[in-house]
């Protein structure tokens, strides 16, 4: 089912699901201008609308440089929109945003600490005791699959391992907002899998609301509750889409063979392909 894209649209299945602690993001009216090094102002987002709700795990798919990356960075508190607001829990968003976790397709581990210190670094930033500290990041490593590797580098990890240290670190705090920008872009399509399958079955347990930013259109239909499609720069948004597959939705590669999803990437695509071909067309005009 298409929604219009400012409707608000509530999370599917049991909406007490959602956990106490996640918090709504009402974006309106988002604009975000920048100047070129050249000193030519360009905008990278237009009017963009959209609420997500608490718990809901929305997805945001469109053309390379469409801005799906610079929304996210509004929703954060790093950047300040140039009209519009940003708002979460119903504040406005004036710096960075509390109760935020994050991650990223790089790894944003530090290389000189152990797996068992990376984890550690937001509740020990929050004031616990080193002690609890220990035994919580202990905790998460094994819900991530990574028990006995506590004393490891990133440097000797796996990608897949370390994608998973990150989603410990970006876990461990029960963050009310999880922004994640293409977190997976960079694994092989096996692991991919592996991480997309983990993470839902940990959002099942946390229930944060979360954002989160892909190229992947079938990545965006199997995790989320909405998916978004942006328009080429600058970019706005087209369409909403309801994802109504059934929670909980267990092994992602199953879930891409069942005829629901089959038809909602169909009707996405659609619309995402006029995208996408208008923005190769802009880039090979300008080439």
């Not at 007490?16 to 050249?38: C, M, N």
């Not at 600058?234 to 038809?263: M, T, Y």
Request: with cysteine; net charge neutral.
């Amino acid at each position: 089912m298409v929604q219009r894209a400012d409707q608000r649209v509530r999370a599917v299945g049991d909406p007490g699901a959602a956990s106490a602690g996640a918090a709504q993001i009402e974006i309106t009216g988002l604009t975000k201008r920048f100047v070129t090094r050249k000193g030519v102002p360009f905008t990278a987002v237009s009017d963009v609308t959209f609420t997500v709700e608490p718990g809901q795990f929305c997805a945001i798919v469109g053309p390379t440089g469409c801005g799906k990356s610079t929304t996210l960075g509004q929703v954060s508190g790093l950047e300040r929109p140039s009209a519009g607001s940003v708002r979460v829990g119903g504040r406005e968003v004036n710096g960075v945003t509390r109760g935020v976790g994050f991650m990223f397709q790089a790894d944003a581990l530090f290389p000189w600490k152990t797996v068992l210190a990376n984890v550690m670094v937001g509740p020990t930033l929050h004031g616990m005791a080193r002690k609890d500290a220990v035994e919580l990041a202990r905790n998460w490593l094994r819900r991530v699959g990574l028990a006995g590797f506590e004393d490891r580098y990133p440097h000797q990890l796996s990608g897949g391992m370390r994608k998973r240290v990150a989603m410990a670190a970006a876990l461990i705090n029960e963050p009310q907002i999880l922004l994640m920008d293409e977190p997976f872009g960079a694994l092989d399509v096996q692991t991919k899998a592996i991480m997309q399958t983990e993470l839902l079955g940990l959002w099942e347990q946390l229930r944060p609301s979360v954002l989160f930013i892909t190229h992947d259109l079938d990545e965006a239909v199997a995790l989320a509750d909405r998916v978004l499609i942006m328009t080429t720069s600058p970019g706005s948004i087209k369409q909403s889409f309801d994802i109504d597959l059934p929670r909980p939705r267990g092994e992602v590669q199953e879930i891409r063979h069942e005829p629901r999803f089959l038809e909602l990437q169909g009707q996405i695509w659609a619309s995402l392909r006029e995208e996408v071909e208008r923005a190769y067309a802009q880039t090979a005009g300008a080439a």
